[in-house]
């Protein structure tokens, strides 16, 4: 089964930077595609970014496209998202999350992900 450990949340001004760090382990992490979440108070969860198991191919929301970048590491069994020009509406709760059959238009499916880390906070203020 595989675990997932966030790390690198914080708060952070708008227009300032943080990377956030997701530790997958397990025999068969490195065959699962990677993503990020984020939900903010009120809010449904939604989709941020994700990797595929090659870490060949990238995806992300509209909202987030140009400011943050999604990369990972099989040796190291990591993912990172590197989120810049951070505005006050990137506040919430980030989630990594390992998806078994992702490919194409699943990868942004909440659905699609079955193992989900704890969850780091990023607050971004103006």
């Known amino acids: 089964q595989v675990q997932l450990v966030e790390s690198g949340g914080g708060l952070v001004q708008a227009r300032g930077s943080l990377r956030l760090s997701c530790a997958a382990s397990?025999?068969?992490?490195?065959?699962?595609?990677l993503g990020w979440f984020r939900q903010a108070p009120g809010k449904e969860r939604e989709f941020v970014a994700a990797?595929?198991?090659?870490?060949?191919?990238?995806y992300y929301a509209d909202s987030v496209k140009g400011r943050f970048t999604i990369s990972r590491d099989n040796d190291n069994n990591t993912v990172v998202l590197q989120m810049n020009s951070l505005k006050p509406e990137d506040t919430a709760v980030y989630y990594c999350?390992?998806?078994?059959?992702?490919?194409?238009?699943?990868?942004?499916?909440?659905?699609?992900?079955?193992?989900w880390g704890q969850g780091t906070q990023v607050t971004v203020s103006s």
């Open positions: 397990g025999r068969t992490a490195s065959s699962y595609a």
């Open positions: 999350a390992a998806c078994p059959y992702c490919s194409g238009t699943y990868y942004s499916i909440l659905g699609m992900y079955d193992v």
């Open positions: 990797v595929s198991w090659r870490g060949s191919r990238t």
